[in-house]
């Protein structure tokens, strides 16, 4: 785009239902209202806003839509929810807490690992939502405090999911915007993730020194059994045939949709017991017209060329220190993230990125700096991520039905055990990209 653009009644009107939108997604804890409801409530009034202003119709509203995004998450929870009820993952919490034998770090690390290695292909909340209840038994039956384990849950789950393309939405998002397949995305990312993975074990390790340290007293020597052990093993097996085709997709020319489309169908018909009613019932439909919505919201915004006028505002910072902006980038992402929601806050980034590289602009550093920042900066707080929420939640309730405050993860001690542990990864994320900056800089 050549010229510069000058500030006008358009883009201040689509700026103006941006950020209303923003800040009812960002408030519902306040007003009650779902996030999705002010989303829907947004894009209907940018498509009116837009047609009046003739700046952006339905047409553009439905191509404004990431539909990639959409289909995949679409797909991989009707899969999840095929997987669950099989008992499959229970067996497997119950073997690390076997080989544990009683030592507690051993049990952290491997439930940490489990957690992170199912994150890279499931979305965070599944993975808690799977984990949570069988930690709180594990810890329960060995008589020892399960909070480690849990808020462990749920900074490994919020970190995994950094690595991969599917494995975090605003990922999903950066890479279909960007035109990142899988296998670059955890070509860049999978070192730096690994690296914070170990910082959090570390600082968790210290953190919780004291309670790590208490020798249990009891054993955790419930046997579980599986529920459908061949359902299980079709979902394996049906999910290693989805990796590989993630792996290849791109010299196949198939979006990532594709992949987790083709694996729910051949799941279908593997297990053809399945019932599609209740698999579909699992599907979390707020979540997705959350997403559409959002995409025809900052769709209307980017025809307006408001984005693409805030983008030229930051042209001269990028192009004189683009290392200061990555950097910057990864830190105000990550602590926004802490305190709101990451997926509003990238689609609204996305556009500003694409605006900046149409203008001949090298803003690849950005990019992985963005996914980095707002996929680590969720466990600041304990509202960070709705993996936090969860966590947050169900030791609230153990704690109420224990009739024991301690066992509740409080803002309290999530400030005390979580947030260092966020900081931790943030700074070892900036000297990776300080030092490898090349690296992150080299075009894909």
Wanted: aromatic share 10%; proline share 4%; hydrophobic share 55%.
């Amino acid at each position: 785009m050549t010229g510069v653009l000058e500030l006008n009644n358009v883009m201040l009107v689509s700026g103006i239902v941006l950020v209303a939108t923003f800040i009812g997604i960002f408030t519902e804890h306040l007003h009650g209202y779902h996030r999705a409801k002010f989303a829907m409530l947004g894009a209907i009034v940018m498509l009116v806003v837009g047609i009046t202003y003739e700046f952006y119709d339905p047409v553009m509203a439905i191509r404004a839509v990431d539909w990639n995004v959409v289909l995949l998450l679409g797909c991989m929870m009707a899969i999840v929810s095929i997987m669950i009820p099989t008992g499959g993952f229970q067996v497997l919490a119950s073997i690390m807490a076997r080989i544990s034998k009683g030592r507690q770090f051993l049990l952290l690390v491997l439930l940490g690992t489990a957690v992170t290695g199912l994150s890279l292909l499931l979305d965070n909340v599944t993975t808690v939502v799977i984990f949570g209840p069988l930690i709180i038994l594990i810890a329960r039956s060995m008589k020892v405090s399960p909070i480690p384990f849990l808020l462990g849950a749920a900074l490994l789950s919020d970190t995994g999911g950094v690595a991969t393309l599917v494995g975090d939405p605003p990922n999903l998002m950066i890479g279909s915007a960007r035109g990142i397949n899988f296998n670059t995305f955890i070509y860049y990312m999978g070192g730096i993730v690994f690296l914070a993975w170990i910082t959090i074990l570390l600082m968790l390790k210290f953190l919780f020194r004291r309670e790590l340290a208490v020798k249990p007293g009891g054993e955790f020597l419930q046997e579980v059994k599986y529920q459908d052990r061949k359902l299980w093993r079709q979902c394996l097996f049906v999910l290693g045939v989805m990796v590989i085709l993630f792996i290849v997709h791109h010299q196949i020319h198939w979006d990532p949709w594709m992949v987790s489309a083709t694996g729910f169908v051949l799941l279908l018909f593997i297990a053809k017991n399945i019932e599609m009613d209740q698999t579909m019932e699992e599907v979390e439909l707020p979540l997705l017209i959350f997403f559409i919505s959002l995409f025809i919201v900052v769709g209307g915004v980017e025809h307006s060329g408001f984005l693409t006028y805030v983008g030229q505002l930051i042209i001269p910072f990028v192009k004189q220190d683009l290392l200061t902006a990555t950097l910057l980038l990864l830190w105000g992402a990550a602590l926004l993230s802490a305190a709101i929601d990451n997926i509003p806050f990238t689609a609204a980034m996305i556009p500003i990125l694409l605006s900046l590289e149409q203008q001949g602009v090298n803003v690849m550093p950005l990019w992985w700096a963005l996914a980095v920042g707002v996929g680590m900066g969720g466990n600041g707080t304990h509202i960070g991520s709705t993996a936090n929420v969860y966590i947050v939640t169900i030791s609230e309730r153990l704690a109420r039905s224990e009739g024991d405050p301690s066992l509740a993860i409080t803002p309290g001690v999530w400030l005390r055990k979580g947030t260092p542990a966020m900081l931790a990864t943030l700074v070892v994320s900036s000297l990776v990209f300080y030092f490898f900056f090349d690296f992150f800089n080299s075009s894909i």
